[in-house]
């Protein structure tokens, strides 16, 4: 289908009759996914919000119930999340992110009914890439800037217009009968193929991770892991900035009589993410908890899904405060060496 | 640089030089961890040399070390030594003397967030280049707040001093005078602003040399001090907390702000303490080790402006 650019806000508004609709906005130098503000048709069109989406799915903090004491019992409550939501102006990385957070969530051992929740509620409207940054590798990890995995639309800006590619049932229903949207021709798609092959040659080249899992399964113990970390700080920027991180935390916030259960993202980065009770901590220092969030995403999260659980969405690389560079770890780990 | 480093490990006068090397990214340079002559041949010294590099001195117990620091980093080291966290004759201080940090967050806005694929450390500043624009930027331009008014580029202690001293800027308190100015009501909506953006993600924390406690009170489980969601109220309590942890201590580095990977504007709260140290007690921090603590002395004639009817 197409849409003219000047019909978007029209469109983005019909939505919110029944949808919350989020879109990626950047101010003051800082960027992230927000509520649209009706009759504006405004989207930030840069590529990677500073913060993912991944809170829209899986929140920073949320109330999985609440109790309160009484003369007669507990009274509890189990809190979800059902608002229904458009995220608009998704980039394919992220999409692929929320991939990877539904086989967490949604495998058949452990269903999470809060993410659930959300995630049954969502539609994901993608906007494809038409200039990938330096930073951005998801060529290197099976994705690409114009990729359709996990959304229900893909947009592709051809100017005055936008192609739009249809993907699942759910994008279909969002669009299906709305006026904005007519047929798309044979010279749109060939426009379209175009761009995606313009983006793609803008990528930088692909690493060679095919040799990575191996040299994960026996390097446990090797002097690699003395020195790739070294200049890390600990902090979980790179772990909450990750739309693909999905480790996290309980816990109780009382007042008197009543009290609420609380789930928050935790990082591996932290000192706390596995101190027992006891006081032993089987990850003391920062090499263990760096090998870790390596081991996670390229090792242990491949034996249990197939996949490496890393979009290539660079953010990481970005953000770090001391500019330790995974694609430059990765290296490193299957070169054997450190630098 | 590279020579004095070369140097020291030559002659086993330390193990390891922690100091810079280029990073990944333009306008990145990293910290980078020396333990041979060939390795510190990487070594390198710019405006680009964001990180405050004692935070690692703590991390290092067997290690003779060389450690690089700027005229803010060693009033840092300073602190720590004042305050019995390292002890002196384990560290050969490499002093670099600074002419002020390049916050890469201006050079982003003066390019309007577009992506700098290129840069270059000249003699005046820096030229970045991104697809369809380069820009000659000046150092002054995109100077880190903290480095305005650095009377202290020079190191105020060191073993080694690589380059010629630099003179003092002036004392240059304008950001926070201005916002004294302001009506309360705008001053909170600032700091519900840039708390709001927090994400608790510690990196302004762990970057810090002189925020070492072995169990920081965000961390504290039993009893648990603030909610562990990042809600704007709980953001507060622990900038406000960690605020006050080092009020008298805090050295101006600056690092921490520049270390936020969501650009929380953490010096209008350091910078504003800092302020208030000098001014109601005309302390400053960092300038020798002998020089007793401001929150440990105590002195009758200190002010009580603060104290209802003092
Ligand atoms: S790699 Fe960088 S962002 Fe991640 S924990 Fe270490 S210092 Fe923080
Ligand atoms: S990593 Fe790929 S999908 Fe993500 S923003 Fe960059 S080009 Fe787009
Ligand atoms: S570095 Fe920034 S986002 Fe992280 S805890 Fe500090 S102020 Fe918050
Ligand atoms: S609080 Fe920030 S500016 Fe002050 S000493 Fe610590 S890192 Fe430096």
């Known amino acids: 289908m197409i849409i003219r650019k000047a019909a978007v806000a029209k469109f983005l508004d019909g939505l ?19 509520p649209l503000d009706p009759g504006s048709g405004y989207f930030w069109q840069g590529l990677n919000t500073q913060k993912p989406p991944k809170e829209l799915l899986f929140p920073h903090g949320e109330t999985l119930y609440s109790y309160r004491l009484r003369s007669d019992g507990v009274e509890l409550r189990t809190h979800f999340d059902e608002e229904k939501r458009v995220l608009f102006g998704i980039r394919p990385c992220d999409a692929k992110g929320f991939c990877y957070l539904d086989r967490v969530f949604t495998r058949q051992d452990y269903q999470d009914v809060y993410y659930q929740t959300r995630r049954n509620n969502t539609v994901l409207i993608g906007l494809a890439c038409l200039a990938p940054t330096t930073t951005c590798f998801c060529t290197s990890l099976g994705g690409g800037p114009f990729d359709t995995e996990g959304l229900d639309l893909l947009w592709v800006d051809l100017g005055e217009r ?4 249809v993907l699942a049932p759910k994008g279909e229903a969002l669009i299906k009968g709305r006026p904005e949207f007519v047929p798309a021709g044979e010279a749109d798609w060939q426009a379209v193929r ?6 793609l040659g803008k990528m930088a080249p692909v690493l060679d991770l095919s040799g990575l899992k191996k040299r994960l399964d026996e390097n446990y113990s090797d002097s690699v892991w003395d020195r790739v970390f070294e200049k890390c700080i600990g902090c979980a920027a790179c772990t909450y900035l990750c739309p693909t991180c999905h480790c996290f935390d309980l816990s109780y916030e009382v007042e008197g009589s009543q009290g609420l259960c609380v789930r928050t993202w935790d990082s591996c980065a932290f000192p706390l993410f596995t101190l027992h009770a006891s006081g032993h901590n089987p990850r003391p220092t920062g090499k263990e908890r760096f090998r870790q969030r390596v081991m996670h995403k390229f090792r242990y999260f491949v034996e249990n899904w197939g996949v490496m659980s890393c979009v290539g969405c660079g953010r990481c ?6 500019n330790l560079d995974i694609r430059d770890v990765l290296r490193q780990i299957i070169a054997g060496v450190s630098a | 640089m590279r020579q004095a480093a070369r140097r020291l490990l030559e002659e086993n006068t330390v193990n390891l030089v922690i100091g810079y090397a280029w990073g990944t990214l333009p306008l990145r340079t990293a910290p980078f961890f020396a333990r041979t ?30 450690l690089v620091v700027k005229g803010c980093d060693a009033r840092s080291l300073v602190v720590l030594l004042r305050e019995n966290q390292v002890q002196r004759d384990r560290v050969h201080i490499i002093g670099v003397p600074c002419t002020g940090v390049i916050d890469r967050r201006k050079v982003m806005e003066l390019v309007d967030g577009q992506e700098v694929t290129g840069a270059e450390v000249t003699v005046e500043g820096i030229v970045v280049r991104g697809e369809g624009f380069e820009k000659d930027i000046k150092t002054d331009e995109v100077l880190c707040v903290s480095c305005r008014g650095c009377k202290y580029g020079t190191p105020v202690l060191y073993d080694t001093l690589v380059g010629e001293e630099v003179r003092a800027r002036e004392e240059n308190f304008g950001d926070i005078r201005a916002f004294e100015a302001l009506p309360p009501s705008e001053r909170e909506a600032y700091f519900a602003q840039e708390m709001a953006k927090c994400i608790r993600c510690y990196a302004c924390r762990n970057v810090c040399p002189l925020c070492y406690c072995t169990e920081c009170f965000v961390d504290s489980s039993r009893p648990q001090w603030l909610s562990r969601r990042p809600a704007t109220a709980d953001n507060f309590f622990f900038h406000l907390g960690r605020a006050y942890h080092l009020a008298g201590r805090c050295v101006d580095c600056g690092a921490c702000a520049r270390a936020c990977p969501v650009g929380v504007d953490l010096m209008k709260l350091n910078r504003k303490l800092i302020k208030d140290a000098k001014d109601l007690f005309g302390y400053e921090a960092g300038l020798d080790p002998g020089q007793p603590s401001l929150l440990s002395t105590f002195d009758p004639n200190d002010p009580e402006r603060f104290i209802l009817g003092g």
């Open chain 1, 16 to 34: 919110l009759k029944e949808y919350a609709v989020y879109i990626p906005r950047r101010r003051e130098g800082y960027s992230e996914y927000t």
């Open chain 1, 162 to 165: 936008y192609a739009v590619r």
């Open chain 1, 194 to 199: 175009e761009l995606e092959g313009g983006a």
């Open chain 1, 317 to 322: 690389i970005i953000h770090c405060p001391v």
């Open chain 2, 37 to 66: 002559p060939a390795e510190a041949d990487r070594l390198v010294y710019n405006s680009l040399c964001e990180n405050n590099l004692v935070k690692y001195l703590l991390r290092y117990s067997k290690e003779k070390l060389g």
